[in-house]
């Protein structure tokens, strides 16, 4: 009679949200007969995509690959699938993966169920420039404060702090703009604390949003 295996594994694990996961599924017969009418079936994680695989699955479908005779081998035939993770993730979320392979001859066969886990990327890149580089005694000049969140995760109760130079006076805030994935909380008016000290907030800032402050 046939034999069907199969099994799973996933790369890279853990993962972070956004990015792309690859599955690798192995499959054989190690019986002494031929296996026909030989199925095999994913079955996603909600938290991904489809992308593509080698080989392509069965049309109009992208989980679903009809391999038809299975002679008994020991060499192992493969299917590499690849998915892309939904972002943004809570920190720690489990993606669950069950493969499946049947035949007429035999009972459904499934490989031990694939769990990767979600890695978040904390990250977050500020900048500051002047509209001036040359500044005559009494005027006024303005800063441009850029804030990006380039990680995968949601930043929250997010503060800009500037300290301004001996002999400034801050004046006014004269745009706070967020564009790109995000949503503000809140907008604080600024408070200018003592030695100079300019305080922004409070935000929660997406992957991929950016948060621009200009002042003078």
């Known amino acids: 009679a046939p034999i069907l295996n199969i099994t799973k594994t996933d790369s890279p694990d853990p993962v972070q949200a956004g990015s792309t996961l690859t599955?690798?599924?192995?499959?054989?017969?190690?019986?002494?007969?031929?296996?026909?009418?030989?199925?095999?079936?994913?079955?996603?994680?909600?938290?991904?995509?489809?992308?593509?695989?080698?080989?392509?699955?069965?049309?109009?479908?992208?989980?679903?690959?009809?391999?038809?005779?299975?002679?008994?081998?020991?060499?192992?035939?493969?299917?590499?699938?690849?998915?892309?993770?939904k972002s943004p993730l809570p920190n720690g979320t489990t993606l669950h993966n069950v493969v499946s392979i049947d035949s007429s001859e035999t009972a459904p066969v499934e490989a031990t169920a694939d769990t990767t886990v979600v890695s978040l990327l904390n990250s977050m890149i500020i900048s500051k420039t002047p509209d001036s580089q040359t500044l005559l005694l009494g005027s006024s000049i303005s800063w441009s404060i850029t804030v990006t969140n380039n990680g995968t995760t949601i930043l929250t109760n997010v503060r800009i702090v500037d300290v301004l130079p001996v002999n400034f006076i801050y004046v006014a805030t004269n745009s706070i703009n967020l564009s790109g994935i995000g949503s503000r909380v809140s907008i604080v008016s600024p408070t200018y604390g003592s030695m100079g000290t300019i305080t922004w907030g409070v935000w929660t800032l997406s992957p991929g949003a950016i948060l621009t402050i200009n002042f003078t």
């Open 23 to 85: 599955y690798t599924i192995e499959y054989w017969n190690s019986g002494n007969a031929d296996a026909t009418n030989v199925v095999i079936t994913e079955t996603y994680d909600s938290n991904v995509t489809f992308v593509s695989a080698l080989p392509a699955p069965d049309s109009g479908t992208n989980n679903v690959w009809s391999i038809g005779t299975l002679s008994p081998s020991l060499t192992h035939s493969s299917i590499t699938i690849t998915v892309t993770v």
